[in-house]
Nanobody, 123 residues
Framework: QVQLVESGGGLVQAGGSLRLSCAAS????????MGWFRQVPGKEREFVAA??????NYADSVKGRFTVSRDNAKKTVDLQMSGLKPEDTAVYFC??????????????????WGQGTQVTVSS
């Protein structure tokens, strides 16, 4: 069992930066692939980024602007977001799934989810 708690969301102007953090409970954090997804009202939850050692994956819309990292000792996974755009506005969710999952960008492969944190980018 893994419990996830996100933090770091907020309001930022376009072009600014935010760092989201996700703290995990459980003994086997290193056994999980960790992902970030986002969702706006009326739309499906979409993949943003994921990390499964030693690889990272990003949605095309955030490549070059967002960076995902993890600290297995601290049981945290972070999402550094730079060059933020109004279209990045969403609720951001942290997720954990088996390290053997087939498609790291598929939300259906993730077992555990955080409660989400709101990111709002003003123009």
């Amino acid at each position: 069992q893994v419990q996830l708690v996100e933090s770091g969301g907020g309001l930022v102007q376009a072009g600014g930066s935010l760092r989201l953090s996700c703290a995990a409970s459980g003994r086997t954090f290193s056994h999980y692939a960790m992902g970030w997804f986002r969702q706006v009202p009326g739309k499906e939850r979409e993949f943003v980024a994921a990390i499964r050692w030693p690889s990272t994956n990003y949605a095309d819309s955030v490549k070059g602007r967002f960076t995902v990292s993890r600290d297995n000792a601290k049981k945290t996974v972070d999402l550094q977001m730079s060059g933020l755009k109004p279209e990045d506005t969403a609720v951001y969710f942290c997720a954990a799934g088996p390290i053997t999952m087939m498609t790291i960008s598929d939300r259906d492969d993730y077992q555990y989810w955080g409660q989400g944190t709101q990111v709002t980018v003003s123009s």
